[in-house]
């Protein structure tokens, strides 16, 4: 919801819908809860499938937990493109589809072969939901609470780990500490209860499913195409008093870009190449502070930790529900403390948590101070990179390119992310556990100076000032 720059007191003190609002975020954010979960649930399944299906190398095992990276990164490219084509909408309802196909079908998947290629369909959706998802909750909230819904889905994402996390751990039956593979290959785990983990998103994604085709479309990619009538009804239901002021301030954006339709051309501009940069630096930094090694990796960190198999499961749960209390923290204070100083506090911390993580392992210290001191780590991070990363990409774009820009950012971000997934297990190998979380470290460090010297605030600003702010 969008009111003109010139008087910023109006917003605060204009009635919303707030209910509409809110509920129509959520369901939106629903394609953060299933990305959450497909994203996640890999890592309780890991030591099951991995003995299914013999994948007894590191390089094997890298590429059964980054595959589904290069369908996200398709996911996200093409999704820029098709959702300024056919709208928020559409591509909304596309992925949900594709999660409730993919999580069957890799559930029962006959082959390594048709695991990858069912995995990557699987990545494709999470691709398009990482760019939809807060992509459209940004365009349809008021200015001074945007930064709490977007993060919303940031909520959803980890409450969809959670919900994986916990998943695994109830479907998995107790395995005996020091079995051997083929005892773990034989067992009921191995045999079906893999499967029934990534079954089991389907129920969520029918949920999106349905949800998706009862939303608005975006008033902004409305008026972006012509369509200002439908863009009015769509903003009288989130605020009747300011409906006509926001479609004119959304008009006169669109109008001075002098174009509705967007060329790759405009995204090399010299001030787009500016903005495009910072969007594209804040994607890899989320994903090179090194904290998904954590989540995709967890039965290897805390087995190198000296837990058994189901001690490890019960403390990915742990995981998750430390990521959901700082989340909260994020939500609570995104719109009052800022963006740059969260970012900076969780960059801070994260790097503190990694070098504690190293010394761990360079002194033997196991069990306990490995679960606290990755524990410090996701804190940081859940109320930090992981939702505010979010917040500033949805919102720092123009809205001429908002859909291209944040496809290019997010496609950086899952090209990051296969990187750290893929090369983990061959760096731990050749580095040991310590020498590789000093390296994360080290990325948060230059993230920090990054964050200190490039991003801008954006707190209570609307679209359209962040564009002027930042543009002009």
Request: proline share 3%.
């Given at each position: 919801?969008?009111?003109?720059?010139?008087?910023?007191?109006?917003?605060?003190?204009?009635?919303?819908?707030?209910?509409?609002?809110?509920?129509?975020?959520?369901?939106?954010?629903?394609?953060?809860?299933?990305?959450?979960?497909?994203?996640?649930?890999?890592?309780?399944?890991?030591?099951?499938?991995?003995?299914?299906?013999?994948?007894?190398?590191?390089?094997?095992?890298?590429?059964?937990?980054?595959?589904?990276?290069?369908?996200?990164?398709?996911?996200?490219?093409?999704?820029?493109?098709?959702?300024?084509?056919?709208?928020?909408?559409?591509?909304?309802i596309v992925s949900a589809a594709l999660f409730a196909v993919s999580s069957v079908l890799t559930g029962w998947a006959p082959t390594f072969s048709w695991f990858v290629a069912w995995r990557l369909l699987g990545g494709v959706a999470i691709g398009m939901a990482s760019n939809l998802s807060p992509m459209y909750i940004a365009e349809v909230a008021p200015a001074h609470m945007r930064g709490r819904l977007v993060s919303i889905n940031q909520l959803t994402i980890v409450i969809g780990i959670l919900a994986a996390q916990i998943t695994n751990m109830l479907i998995a039956e107790k395995v005996p500490d020091g079995a051997t593979a083929a005892m773990i290959a034989a067992s009921w785990n191995g045999q079906y209860g893999w499967r029934w983990m990534f079954t089991a998103v389907a129920v969520p994604s029918l949920i999106f499913l349905f949800g998706a085709m009862m939303v608005p479309e975006s008033p902004r990619w409305l008026v972006k195409n012509g369509r200002s009538d439908l863009a009015r009804r769509v903003l009288l239901r989130i605020s009747a008093s300011l409906a006509d002021q926001s479609l004119s301030d959304i008009e006169n954006t669109i109008a001075a870009s002098e174009t509705r339709h967007v060329r790759f051309g405009d995204l090399l501009e010299s001030k787009m190449i500016k903005i495009l940069g910072i969007g594209i630096a804040l994607a890899v930094l989320q994903q090179w502070s090194g904290i998904n090694v954590i989540f995709n990796y967890a039965e290897e960190i805390y087995r190198k930790a000296g837990y058994g198999v189901s001690d490890v499961l019960f403390n990915i749960v742990i995981t998750g529900a430390v990521n959901l209390v700082f989340t909260l923290i994020a939500i609570c204070t995104v719109d009052r403390v800022g963006r740059r100083i969260l970012m900076l506090l969780g960059c801070a911390g994260i790097g503190l948590s990694h070098i504690l993580i190293g010394v761990a392992y360079t002194v033997g210290l196991k069990g306990l101070y490995v679960l606290v001191f990755t524990l410090?780590?996701?804190?940081?991070?859940?109320?930090?990179?992981?939702?505010?990363?979010?917040?500033?990409?949805?919102?720092?774009?123009?809205?001429?390119?908002r859909g291209a820009a944040i496809s290019i950012a997010v496609s950086s971000l899952w090209i990051a992310c296969f990187i750290l997934t893929f090369t983990f297990p061959i760096l731990n190998k050749s580095l040991g556990p310590a020498k590789t979380f000093w390296m994360y470290a080290a990325a948060c460090l230059l993230g920090f100076i990054f964050i200190l010297t490039r991003v801008p605030e954006t707190k209570g600003k609307t679209l359209e000032q962040i564009e002027r702010d930042l543009v002009d």
């Amino acid at each position: 919801m969008i009111t003109p720059a010139t008087a910023p007191d109006t917003e605060l003190n204009a009635k919303y819908n707030l209910k509409y609002v809110w509920a129509i975020s959520l369901v939106a954010a629903l394609g953060g809860l299933l990305f959450g979960y497909d994203w996640v649930v890999i890592g309780g399944a890991k030591p099951f499938f991995e003995k299914y299906f013999h994948l007894q190398s590191e390089t094997l095992s890298g590429w059964a937990n980054s595959c589904a990276l290069l369908g996200c990164l398709l996911g996200s490219l093409i999704s820029g493109g098709l959702s300024d084509r056919f709208g928020r909408k559409k591509l909304l309802i596309v992925s949900a589809a594709l999660f409730a196909v993919s999580s069957v079908l890799t559930g029962w998947a006959p082959t390594f072969s048709w695991f990858v290629a069912w995995r990557l369909l699987g990545g494709v959706a999470i691709g398009m939901a990482s760019n939809l998802s807060p992509m459209y909750i940004a365009e349809v909230a008021p200015a001074h609470m945007r930064g709490r819904l977007v993060s919303i889905n940031q909520l959803t994402i980890v409450i969809g780990i959670l919900a994986a996390q916990i998943t695994n751990m109830l479907i998995a039956e107790k395995v005996p500490d020091g079995a051997t593979a083929a005892m773990i290959a034989a067992s009921w785990n191995g045999q079906y209860g893999w499967r029934w983990m990534f079954t089991a998103v389907a129920v969520p994604s029918l949920i999106f499913l349905f949800g998706a085709m009862m939303v608005p479309e975006s008033p902004r990619w409305l008026v972006k195409n012509g369509r200002s009538d439908l863009a009015r009804r769509v903003l009288l239901r989130i605020s009747a008093s300011l409906a006509d002021q926001s479609l004119s301030d959304i008009e006169n954006t669109i109008a001075a870009s002098e174009t509705r339709h967007v060329r790759f051309g405009d995204l090399l501009e010299s001030k787009m190449i500016k903005i495009l940069g910072i969007g594209i630096a804040l994607a890899v930094l989320q994903q090179w502070s090194g904290i998904n090694v954590i989540f995709n990796y967890a039965e290897e960190i805390y087995r190198k930790a000296g837990y058994g198999v189901s001690d490890v499961l019960f403390n990915i749960v742990i995981t998750g529900a430390v990521n959901l209390v700082f989340t909260l923290i994020a939500i609570c204070t995104v719109d009052r403390v800022g963006r740059r100083i969260l970012m900076l506090l969780g960059c801070a911390g994260i790097g503190l948590s990694h070098i504690l993580i190293g010394v761990a392992y360079t002194v033997g210290l196991k069990g306990l101070y490995v679960l606290v001191f990755t524990l410090c780590t996701i804190g940081c991070y859940g109320m930090s990179l992981a939702p505010v990363t979010w917040v500033l990409i949805s919102e720092i774009f123009p809205n001429r390119i908002r859909g291209a820009a944040i496809s290019i950012a997010v496609s950086s971000l899952w090209i990051a992310c296969f990187i750290l997934t893929f090369t983990f297990p061959i760096l731990n190998k050749s580095l040991g556990p310590a020498k590789t979380f000093w390296m994360y470290a080290a990325a948060c460090l230059l993230g920090f100076i990054f964050i200190l010297t490039r991003v801008p605030e954006t707190k209570g600003k609307t679209l359209e000032q962040i564009e002027r702010d930042l543009v002009d």
